[in-house]
């Protein structure tokens, strides 16, 4: 189920899933998937995080789907589909006979009620409404067909509407089953939720109704009868498993693909490749409270990513495996300006910003400081952190900036503690990751001023008038062409209002697999492809 779905996700920089065995002998019906951290709901609309998005990529499917190596659309829930003269008017015909996980059939009735439960507040999917805010109405034809109807020109519109995760009307259109749409998953998918130990694993089984176990299309997809979901960050840890065995499958950062996989069991044992496709990359980033006293100042905010030392993170983490954001776009995108570059590392350039910003050390403790409101503020902020894995760059970041005259305090919280410190806006700055989402980019969801209120997800609290006609005209235009120009003017401006310190984009995809798994290639085009996999 390669996810035509436009939901952009909080993820680390750890790129992929990994898989996990037990220490009993392995079993060919079972595979074990660490997804990285527990989802903070099981909701597939007040969701956030790559996390829940894993889970849900199992469970829920989309009208249609994306060939993983050609990007093709290719049937899902619908088998036929008509797109009107003026981009309009959509219909789908859904495919028939095909089963809810509770045996319920699914109907046109779902598709309705996908769309319009967005835009009910019982269901709190405040960062999704962005993407189907374009839409007018959805229309229930007969059983089998469904029309969407859109009301203002939106260039990703027929993606919108063929992408929508489907849910069952029957079972969360019941006011008695509210409360349980974050506790209790029925989709149509191949895999059916079992069972959540919450804070252990999550279970999922192999849908026997599946409509693609008959679908030629589908062939070889999801085959595994029994998948096992588990929750852990730290990649040192599911290195050890991965060498003693229990681990069938991990996603690598540079550092642990060119330092911790050395030695004889990588030879005999495990398998670790370093493969390219077409996949845009996303990025980790240090964002910035613009709300905040001290960080709402550009300058301040300029000087600080001037002491970000990229290119001494890049020879001790990266490893050459990346490269340097230039700003909100993966570096290698058709829509990334070319002419904007990293922001240099200048340690003298950034105390000059500062200094004639009107920081200064008035009472030489080392401190920079400034009467802000009448009142004398230290230079000082604390960054949230949710893993161990990056706190390396922050403390190198931490160490350089100290040398300026910067007090910088690093927080390591908890993962649903920091996402509710995110969406109440209550902290100074946090450090998080964004997915390279679509192919295609559309800087609303996190670019935009509407994009802050609730919980969404600029909690940054970016605004900039330009940038929000920018992203305003550039959704209405349908020519790739047409829209370059915009959206790179978009990447330098946002570049050049330094909301984020933008990190690196990976190059690669790296990963290690024990020889137990059978995989028809290192890589499709547009993804792994892991649904293809299988156990030996």
């Not at 996190?446 to 940054?460: D, E, K, L, Y």
């Amino acid at each position: 189920m390669f996810s035509a779905g436009l939901k952009l996700v909080f993820i680390f920089m750890l790129i992929g899933l990994y898989s996990c065995q037990g220490k009993n002998k392995k079993s060919s019906q079972t595979i074990y998937y660490n997804i990285g951290g527990e989802p903070t709901t099981l909701s597939p609309l007040s969701s956030v995080d790559g996390y829940s998005a894993s889970l849900h990529s199992y469970i829920f499917e989309g009208l249609l789907d994306r060939d993983v190596d050609t990007f093709e659309w290719k049937q899902g829930l619908a088998t036929e589909w008509k797109i009107s003269k003026n981009k309009r008017v959509f219909d789908f015909k859904l495919r028939e006979g095909v089963k809810w996980h509770d045996g319920t059939e699914f109907t046109a009735e779902d598709v309705k009620f996908s769309y319009d439960v967005i835009f009910t507040e019982d269901y709190k999917a405040v960062q999704l409404r962005s993407f189907y805010e374009a839409i007018k109405e959805v229309q229930v034809i007969d059983k089998y067909n469904v029309r969407f109807i859109v009301k203002d020109d939106y260039f990703q519109n027929f993606e919108v509407c063929a992408g929508i995760q489907v849910l069952p009307k029957h079972f969360y259109g019941k006011a008695e089953n509210k409360k349980d749409f974050g506790k209790k998953l029925i989709g149509t998918g191949a895999y059916i939720f079992t069972k959540y130990d919450k804070g252990q694993k999550i279970i999922l089984v192999k849908n026997p109704n599946w409509w693609g176990n008959k679908v030629e299309s589908e062939k070889g997809a999801w085959t595994v009868p029994k998948i096992v979901l588990r929750f852990s960050q730290e990649e040192n840890v599911s290195l050890e498993l991965l060498k003693k065995g229990d681990i069938d499958f991990l996603g690598l950062r540079p550092d642990g693909y060119v330092k911790k996989t050395i030695g004889k069991i990588w030879e005999e044992k495990i398998i670790k490749v370093k493969t390219e496709n077409k996949t845009p990359k996303g990025f980790s980033f240090i964002g910035f409270n613009l709300k905040h006293p001290i960080l709402k100042d550009l300058q301040v905010r300029k000087a600080l990513s001037m002491l970000f030392n990229r290119p001494l993170m890049e020879d001790k983490f990266e490893y050459n495996l990346s490269e340097p954001a230039t700003g909100p776009i993966y570096v290698q995108s058709d829509y990334a300006n070319p002419n904007i570059k990293p922001v240099p590392y200048d340690p003298q350039g950034a105390l000059k910003i500062l200094s004639s910003a009107g920081w200064i050390d008035s009472d030489k403790n080392g401190t920079l400081d400034k009467v802000i409101n009448g009142k004398k503020v230290d230079l000082s902020f604390t960054i949230l952190e949710p893993t161990q894995e990056m706190m390396k760059y922050l403390t190198v970041f931490k160490e350089d900036a100290s040398k300026a005259g910067v007090e910088i305090n690093i927080k390591n919280v908890e993962w649903n503690s920091f996402i509710k410190l995110l969406d109440e806006r209550n902290f100074d700055a946090v450090r998080l990751a964004w997915g390279g989402g679509g192919v295609e980019w559309d800087p609303k969801q996190v670019w935009h001023t509407s994009s802050i209120s609730g919980a969404g997800s600029n909690f940054v609290s970016y605004s900039n008038k330009e940038v929000d006609q920018l992203i305003d005209q550039s959704r209405k235009i349908y020519e790739k062409e047409n829209r370059i120009p915009i959206l790179r003017r978009i990447h330098e401006i946002v570049s050049n209002d330094y909301p984020y310190i933008f990190f690196f984009n990976m190059k690669y995809s790296l990963y290690a697999h024990t020889k137990r798994v059978e995989k028809p290639k290192d890589t499709f085009q547009y993804g792994i492809g892991q649904q293809y996999w299988k156990l030996k």
